[in-house]
Nanobody
Framework: QVQLVESGGGLVESGGSLRLSCAASGRASSVYGLGWFRQAPGKEREFVAA??????????YYADSVKGRFTISGDNAKNAVNLQMNSLKPDDTAVYYC???????????????????WGQGTQVTVSS
């Protein structure tokens, strides 16, 4: 079983930056990558970014809404990722969740059902 622990988040003004971190523990051999989703009040959970550790390691995937503003980086040896969020907008306000994909061959799916383990979430609030 894989456990995910997020850190970072908080309150920032529009245009500011925040950095989120996620570390996986437990069955390290089944951590094929790590990704981030977010969920705002009244909205569905949406994909943000992902980084692969397994098949074709080091690949990054982004939602169109964050391309050019967010950067995900990973450390395979530590089973950890960071999400650097720049040029934040009020629309980025949400609870951000770290998640681990089910498949060794994960290649960028944005479907939450393709992720097997989830963190507890961390709040990001961007004020206008």
């Amino acid at each position: 079983q894989v456990q995910l622990v997020e850190s970072g988040g908080g309150l920032v003004e529009s245009g500011g930056s925040l950095r989120l971190s996620c570390a996986a523990s437990g069955r390290a051999s089944s951590v094929y990558g790590l990704g981030w989703f977010r969920q705002a009040p009244g909205k569905e959970r949406e994909f943000v970014a992902a980084f692969t550790f397994a098949w074709i390691a080091g690949r990054t995937y982004y939602a169109d809404s964050v391309k050019g503003r967010f950067t995900i980086s990973g450390d395979n040896a530590k089973n950890a990722v960071n999400l650097q969020m720049n040029s934040l907008k009020p629309d980025d306000t949400a609870v951000y969740y770290c998640a681990a994909p089910r498949s060794f061959f994960y290649s960028g799916s944005s479907d939450p059902s393709d992720f097997a383990a989830w963190g507890q979430g961390t709040q990001v609030t961007v004020s206008s």
